[in-house]
């Protein structure tokens, strides 16, 4: 029996590449980005606490993973081969690349500007007839300005990479559920199975005892009646297994009707944090909650931004005009001589209302984002609350059941049957506690599959596993050797 993986020992690699240190100067060039999200794709592939591990630089095995999942597949396995596959990752990684190569498009001058007039009717000069002329310039934007419009780009790809991290964990939390719901429904189905043999057991017995007037007649339809009611959970777990495995080959990104292996029982660990540490981490880690910080930072160099746009702009540039020879008997001297001028220039902000208009609305959007971030926060705070009652309870409906009302319900089995069989007892006695013992096993196994799915979304909202208490580590800007 394996034990679960941690949801954020998975992505947690992405978290730490694309923290708050990327901020500066990480954008400067496309190319470093890119090699940083080579490495967190290499780093993504194994970081599963259990199963496939997938080193630096290399590429997981796909053909290797399918044969896996066919056969009897792990969280891990399962994670690795969505994280190749599944189209929502892929969507988010080629947006979070599309970001990033709009760096140098945003920080780049702007395009030259080449003007060339031809005169059909030359224009007479002193020195010749004038045919045509030239310009070439290029505007320069204030000092300062081009930087900061960097700077929300660097926000835009930190978001966009924030994205990617949430794509993933969103994909390893959906994985994480429907492997807990086809371990669900595949131990109900071994509970259909065992109680159906001991209910063709209890149907026969139950008719042997009537013909020897041990049993009344409606003790023999109240086996029958069990029996059909046993035969249409079948039939209907036999569908929800169908769906199921639908649902995760959509997360795989394979054909709906494709094989998926025995899943194996994994072991459900306790909570290693308390709620107020929970609430924390959430703040410290979530993907949405990051990204209300880094729009909040983009909202406030936007008014940077927009105070820079109302500065001038400068222009500089070349003039040539070429200039014919003079049709007169005796031309002047330097006649014909082409002309070379240089040229400056400079916008002028002159329209103050719409300069102030600027300002105060990249303020407002700066009010907006720290408001969108505190109702992030309470939000939340609010879910995580609900799913650790959820949890707890589901925690204690386990201990429950497996401890207590299980053995016990077993145990009843067994004495009502020797009762039955030694006249003490009702033959309706030993059906009703069969059919409880058979609620019991459904409901173990209910309570346990809601605990591993309410687990896998509490850390999806902590940003981190809640299993094991790990060191905080400070995340860096610079590249890991």
Do not use: C
């Not at 103050?352 to 926060?377: P, T």
């Amino acid at each position: 029996m394996g034990k679960e993986p941690g949801l954020l020992v998975f992505p947690a690699a992405v978290v730490t590449l694309a923290g708050s240190g990327d901020r500066n100067g990480t954008l400067n060039d496309g190319s470093h980005v890119m090699k940083r999200f080579s490495l967190t794709a290499a780093v993504l592939g194994l970081v599963v606490s259990t199963g496939t591990a997938v080193r630096a630089g290399e590429s997981p095995d796909l053909a290797e993973l399918e044969a896996r999942i066919g056969r009897s597949p792990t969280i891990s396995d399962l994670v690795a081969y969505a994280y190749e596959t599944n189209p929502e990752i892929r969507a988010a990684r080629a947006g979070w690349r599309a970001v990033v190569e709009q760096y140098r498009v945003a920080t780049a001058y702007p395009d030259p500007q080449l003007m060339v007039t031809y005169f059909p009717k030359p224009i007479e000069t002193r020195l010749g007839p004038q045919d045509w002329n030239a310009t070439l310039s290029q505007g320069i934007p204030f000092p300062g300005k081009l930087s900061k419009a960097g700077d929300l780009v660097q926000a835009d790809a930190r978001i966009a990479r924030l994205e990617l991290d949430k794509a993933v964990r969103e994909v390893v939390v959906n994985i994480r559920e429907s492997y807990h719901e086809l371990l669900y429904i595949r131990q109900a189905k071994q509970a259909v199975k065992q109680n159906g043999e001991l209910l063709d057991h209890l149907r026969k017995l139950a008719e042997t005892s009537y013909a020897q007037d041990r049993a009344a007649f409606v003790d023999v339809v109240k086996a029958q009646s069990q029996s059909a009611q046993l035969q249409y959970d079948s039939i209907l777990l036999e569908e929800l297994e169908e769906t199921e495995i639908a649902r995760l080959n959509a997360l795989l990104n394979r054909p709906p009707a494709e094989g998926i292996g025995p899943v194996q029982p994994v072991t459900l660990p306790s909570l290693a944090y308390g709620l107020d540490e929970i609430y924390r981490l959430a703040e410290a880690n979530q993907e949405e909650i990051r990204m209300a910080e880094t729009r909040l930072e983009k909202a406030v160099d936007k008014v940077a931004l927009a105070r820079y746009q109302n500065l001038p702009d400068f222009r500089v540039g070349v003039f040539y005009a070429g200039i014919g020879d003079p049709d007169v008997a005796v031309p002047p001297k330097d006649a014909g001589r082409d002309a070379l001028g240089l040229q400056a220039g400079v916008s002028i902000p002159l329209w103050a209302g719409r300069n102030k208009s600027r300002v105060a609305g990249a303020r407002a959007e700066v009010e907006r984002a720290r408001s969108m971030k505190a109702m992030r926060v309470n939000e939340t705070h609010a879910q995580i609350r609900s799913l650790f009652f959820r949890l707890r309870n589901a925690e204690r409906l386990v201990h429950l059941y497996r401890d207590n009302l299980l053995p016990q319900a077993a145990q009843a089995v067994e004495v009502s049957e020797t009762w039955f069989q030694q006249g003490e007892g009702s033959f309706s006695d030993f059906v009703e506690t069969q059919a409880v013992w058979y609620n019991f096993q459904l409901s173990l196994a209910r309570a346990q599959a809601d605990y591993g799915r309410f687990l896998a979304r509490l850390e999806r909202l902590a940003g981190r596993s809640l299993t094991e208490k790990e060191e905080e580590k400070p995340t860096s800007g610079e590249e890991p050797g």
